[in-house]
């Protein structure tokens, strides 16, 4: 089964979202901003990903450049600030049972399937 991690109040999220529909996909929302992911559970992510910890980091969000930018933080601190602060996770993620993206540029997708 496809999980989209989604926000609805994103552009890239919408279309994402909209990418799976179009083409005939099975999917199940998650609505990260509403069902936060545990550390655990983000941890499994990352690993499908296979990017560090600070690549799954939206660096454009006031809470980032306010408080985070330019700190040095371990990996399991990283985990427990997003886990805190979902806004920060970086979207559209889409995961398959092996594998996950993130989707911010759709393009990427053609080949993900």
Same mark, same amino acid.
């Given at each position: 089964?496809?999980?989209? *991690?989604?926000?609805?109040?994103?552009?890239?999220?919408?279309? #994402?979202?909209?990418?799976?529909? !179009?083409?005939?996909? &099975?999917?199940?929302? %998650?609505?990260?901003?509403?069902?936060?992911?545990? %550390?655990?559970?983000?941890?499994?992510?990352?690993?499908?990903?296979? $990017?560090? %910890?600070?690549?799954? %980091?939206?660096?454009?969000?006031?809470? *980032?450049?306010?408080?985070?930018? #330019?700190? !040095?933080?371990?990996?399991?601190?990283?985990?427990?600030?997003? $886990?805190?602060?979902?806004?920060?996770?970086?979207?559209?993620?889409?995961?398959? &049972?092996?594998?996950?993206?993130?989707? &911010?540029?759709?393009? $990427?997708? #053609?080949?993900?399937?």
């Amino acid at each position: 089964m496809i999980k989209i *991690y989604h926000n609805p109040r994103c552009r890239k999220s919408r279309a #994402g979202l909209e990418y799976l529909k !179009t083409n005939n996909k &099975e999917f199940e929302i %998650v609505e990260y901003l509403n069902q936060p992911l545990t %550390v655990d559970e983000l941890s499994k992510l990352l690993k499908k990903l296979n $990017v560090p %910890v600070q690549d799954l %980091v939206r660096k454009q969000e006031a809470y *980032y450049k306010s408080d985070l930018k #330019g700190k !040095t933080f371990t990996e399991q601190q990283w985990l427990e600030i997003l $886990v805190k602060n979902p806004k920060l996770i970086r979207r559209p993620i889409i995961e398959t &049972e092996k594998k996950a993206i993130i989707a &911010e540029d759709l393009s $990427v997708l #053609g080949n993900f399937f």
